[in-house]
C-alpha cells in the first residue's frame, strides 16, 4: 500500500540553524500539507501546497517557514531560523485529487524536529 | 478552530466493542464527520468520514443521529493495538483546502 515517507525521523539543531524537511507524498496525490504537534499539544496545521503554490497558511506559518516542490515527488518544509519553540513534530500529509475537503489525508510517520 | 466535543479519555476491555462519541452541535449541511487516530506519536491515521448516513468499513463504523448534531464512532472488536487517541473532526465537503482541525480527542485504552 502506497505511503507517505519523511526524512529524517529525528533533526537535532542549533537555535538559529536553518533546517529542511522532507517529504515525499503519495505518487499521485495532488494536495500537499504539514502540520506540526509540540509535545503534549493537539496537531495543528501549517499550510496548505497545491498546484506548485501555497493554497492556505495558518498564523504560525510566518517568514520564517517556507515550502517547495523542488521536483515531482519532494515536498519540504523549510524553516530559516529555527527557535527554540520550533521544537515538534512535523507531520507531512497529502489527498488524491478531487475536492480535497471531502478526501482523507494520508499523513506520513512525522520528523521530530528538536531545537537545541 | 475545532467544532466539536469529546470526552478526553475512555476504556474499554479487549474484544468488546468501544463507542466513542462525539457532539458537534453546530454542524452544517455541508459538514462532514470524519474520524481519524493518532498511536502514540506516530502521523494520524484516517478512519471513516460520513455526511448523514451511517457508514462501515474494514476498521470501524460511524453513527450518525439523525439531527447530525452527534456521531458514535464504533470498534467492533477492539484490540490493544486500537489504544490511541481518536479525534472527530468535521470540515467542509465543499473546501478546496482542506485543512484538518484537531482538537484535543479521546485517548482509549483497551486493556487485556
Known amino acids: 500500500e502506497p505511503e507517505v515517507t519523511q526524512t529524517p525521523s529525528h533533526q537535532v539543531t542549533q537555535m538559529g540553524q536553518e533546517v529542511i524537511l522532507r517529504c515525499v507524498p503519495i505518487?499521485?496525490?495532488?494536495?500537499f500539507y504539514w502540520y506540526r504537534q509540540i509535545l503534549g499539544q493537539k496537531v495543528e496545521f501549517l499550510v496548505s501546497?497545491?498546484?506548485?503554490?501555497?493554497?492556505?497558511k495558518s498564523e504560525i506559518f510566518d517568514d520564517q517557514f517556507s515550502v517547495e516542490r523542488p521536483d515531482g515527488s519532494n515536498f519540504t518544509l523549510k524553516i530559516r531560523s529555527t527557535k527554540l519553540e520550533d521544537s515538534a513534530m512535523y507531520f507531512c500529509?497529502?489527498?488524491?485529487?478531487?475536492?480535497?475537503?471531502?478526501?482523507?489525508?494520508?499523513f506520513g510517520p512525522g520528523t521530530r524536529l528538536t531545537v537545541l | 478552530d475545532a467544532k466539536t466535543t469529546q470526552p478526553p479519555s475512555m476504556d474499554c476491555a479487549e474484544g468488546r466493542a468501544a463507542n466513542l462519541p462525539c457532539n458537534h452541535s453546530?454542524?452544517?449541511?455541508?459538514?462532514?464527520v470524519y474520524w481519524y487516530r493518532q498511536i502514540h506519536s506516530q502521523g494520524p491515521q484516517y478512519i471513516i468520514h460520513?455526511?448523514?448516513n451511517n457508514e462501515t468499513n474494514e476498521m470501524a463504523s460511524l453513527i450518525i443521529t439523525e439531527d447530525r448534531k452527534s456521531s458514535t464512532l464504533i470498534l467492533p472488536h477492539a484490540t490493544l493495538r486500537d489504544t490511541a487517541v481518536y479525534y472527530c473532526?468535521?470540515?467542509?465537503?465543499?473546501?478546496?483546502?482542506?485543512?484538518?482541525?484537531f482538537g484535543r480527542g479521546t485517548q482509549l485504552t483497551v486493556w487485556p
Open positions: 500529509a497529502s489527498t488524491p485529487p478531487g475536492t480535497a475537503g471531502s478526501n482523507e489525508q494520508f
Open positions: 505518487s499521485n496525490h495532488l494536495y
Open positions: 501546497f497545491y498546484n506548485n503554490e501555497i493554497s492556505e
Open positions: 453546530t454542524i452544517s449541511g455541508n459538514e462532514y
Open positions: 460520513g455526511l448523514k
Open positions: 473532526i468535521v470540515r467542509d465537503r465543499g473546501s478546496t483546502l482542506g485543512r484538518l482541525y
